[in-house]
């Protein structure tokens, strides 16, 4: 089924002095690193994407299948019932922005055909049959870097150089996507903070962001409460609004198109005073 969807404020939004959007985070899943079984109801997450508008969301990322260091594989099926029912009420009942975070195929295309306007796939597109259903549509969708897998991307990750080999890793994936027939103009980029890489590589990644900006696509940057905040501060996935908040200020000062997170509210006021300061440079 082809949808005519627009990319995400298209790859002109890493100019310089454009406010990124905020992707708000709904995992319903009870295993999440954050929020694990906090919105695994149907209530409860319909009501949290409510609370996420109000507070200034202008995506709602869905995620059906925990990605965090260790994280268990889930079925096709559990993911499924967790995903489009909720996938289909969102959109029965608000206007918003839709994103799909799946590494599954056969959830891509069912999510797609229920109108999702983006799939997040922290595998980007490298499970069997992932190309072809995006290529059947007009979806952006966001190609993760992940090196390993979850159950064991964090035990020991190693990098020559760790930008130059996330850069070619993107290289390869775009040219995959164009073969495929997924226009180039779709495609989104997330470096992965936290899949397979060290304390040290993510914040070198941070602060190399805009090293990525040569591939002119749009980045988007998840950092919001990931060990690599937690293992900093020493400070637990409950308190780490702070260093939340101060990547997402730092990514956005990098250019980057979207931000992913769990304290929507929050960082909505930390843009705006960014983007004013920024307004009188």
Known sequence: ??????????????????QP??????????DSFSDGGKFASFDKALAQVAQMISDGADIIDIGGES????????????????????LKAIKANFTIKVSIDTSKA??????IAHGADIINDVRALQNEGCLAVLAQSNVPVCLMHMQGLPRSMQENPHYDEVIGDIKQFFIERINVCEQAGIKRERLILDPGFGFGKTLEQNYQLLAQLHQFSDL???????????????????????ERLAGSLTTA??????????IRVHDVKETVDALKVLAMTVKYQ
């Open 1 to 18: 089924m082809t949808q005519d969807k627009s990319l995400i404020n298209s790859a002109d939004k890493s100019n310089i002095g454009s």
């Open 21 to 30: 959007e905020v992707m708000g985070i709904l995992n319903v899943t009870p």
């Open 67 to 86: 990605t965090r260091p260790g994280a268990v594989d889930v079925s096709e099926a559990d993911e499924l019932t967790r995903v489009i029912p909720l």
């Open 106 to 111: 056969e959830v891509m295309a069912q999510a």
């Open 216 to 238: 002119g696509l749009p980045l988007l940057s998840g950092t919001s409460r990931k060990s690599m905040i937690g293992n900093l501060l020493a400070r637990k996935v409950d």
């Open 249 to 258: 200020i730092i990514a956005a000062q990098k250019n980057v198109s979207i």
